[in-house]
């Protein structure tokens, strides 16, 4: 049984709910947060984080430090969509602690503020257009382009979008690609990056040095695996699914990007807790400033985004998703090679 939360809403919001607008103006009702909700959030996760991690040591038994080590893994995608969305500031928009400890994580997790924001930023502006998708976010290629290439192009092209390149996330998308890379491109821009660089280097050999080599493995190696792969994953099979659409930049809108290159990924409400109900991306996309603990409501209040088009993390979705390459002018659609 789905509930209409729009029901319950005062009769002049229904009312504006109704009008001929956007869906995008709509959903503007939405796009406040509340101060207490996101700080509960953010110090709750942190706290239950901070467990799970001092679970690892080698004061409990051996299966219960890896059951922690898997849940910090989990914590740390939550805690990584709660960055995400005050970086949007869709949470905490004025509140300069939250901004530090914000920046904070952003540098522990391997995605500092300065390259996450401007990538991602620019992903969010450039949505679904196929000449500029590839900045913060995986590359398209078209099937024309792509047998037109180079071999060398071709390898990495697909190196990109290898399921073992996404499993790999840890090293590929974060460690290099949010810290490595951009601080080798433009150092002055990004010292973070090369700060985040520094720390995760000394955690790590402080790790080996105090506790050895076991607690190096489920404080910070396992953690970060998991919670990348998963997080790698899901920026993936969010703009990467059966149906998703690619085109140029003539008639791009945010409504259309949002509802025709954005998947909702249907999960569990448990795991929903875990990921930050980032699967409703495409009612993100649609309005990033809407708080993530908001966005079902929105699902709820707004009709027209209950037919959005889904994945999940079923073995056959992540199969299928993993199985696109590149997309098919002529068929309006991803392909395989």
């Known amino acids: 049984m789905v509930i209409d939360l729009s029901l319950l809403m005062p009769e002049s ?29 953010i110090v709750s996760t942190a706290m239950l984080l901070a467990a799970s991690l001092a679970g690892t040591f080698p004061v409990l038994p ?50 500092p503020a300065s390259i996450w924001r401007s990538s991602h930023d620019y992903h969010h502006a450039h949505n679904s257009k196929l000449r500029s998708a590839h900045i913060g976010s995986y590359p398209i290629m078209t099937l024309e382009q792509y047998k037109k290439s180079s071999n060398r192009d071709r390898f990495w092209y697909l190196f990109m ?25 433009s150092p002055r ?5 090369l700060l985040a ?13 105090l506790s050895g080599w076991l607690t190096l493995l489920f404080f910070l190696l396992l953690p970060r695996i998991l919670g990348c792969a998963l997080g790698s994953y899901l920026f993936y099979a969010q703009h990467n699914f059966p149906g998703v659409v690619f085109g140029d930049k003539d008639g791009w809108t945010f409504e259309k990007a949002a509802l025709e290159s954005s998947s909702y990924m249907r999960t569990s409400p448990i795991m929903a807790w875990f990921i ?22 929105v699902y709820h209040a707004i009709p027209e985004l209950r037919s959005a088009k889904t994945t999940s993390l079923l073995p056959g979705e992540i199969l299928r998703c993993l199985s696109l390459k590149v997309w098919c002018v002529q068929t309006q659609r991803m392909v395989g090679i």
């Not at 956007?22 to 009702?29: F, G, Y």
């Not at 821009?189 to 990056?193: A, F, Q, T």
């Not at 660089?197 to 040095?209: K, N, R, Y």
Request: hydrophobic letters at 50%; charged letters at 15%.
């Open 13 to 41: 919001i229904q009312a504006n709910m109704k009008n001929p607008d956007t869906l995008h103006a709509r959903t503007k009702l939405f796009a406040r947060d509340h101060a207490w909700r996101s700080w509960w959030c």
């Open 62 to 111: 051996l299966a219960a430090r890896i059951a922690c080590s898997i849940l910090s893994g989990l914590l740390m995608v939550r805690l990584f969509v709660i960055y995400h969305d005050q970086q949007h500031r869709a949470i905490l928009p004025k509140s300069v602690t939250a901004e530090f400890l914000m920046r904070l994580y952003g540098i522990w997790v391997l995605c």
């Open 161 to 185: 979008r290898h399921p073992l390149t996404i499993m790999s996330g840890y090293i590929t998308v974060f460690f290099l690609g949010m810290v490595v890379f951009p601080f080798i491109n």
């Open 189 to 193: 821009k990004h010292l973070d990056c």
């Open 197 to 209: 660089f520094i720390l995760h280097l000394a955690l790590g050999v402080t790790l080996v040095l």
């Open 276 to 297: 930050g109900n980032i699967g409703y991306h495409h009612i993100h996309h649609l309005n990033h400033r809407i708080p993530f603990y908001r966005l079902p409501e």
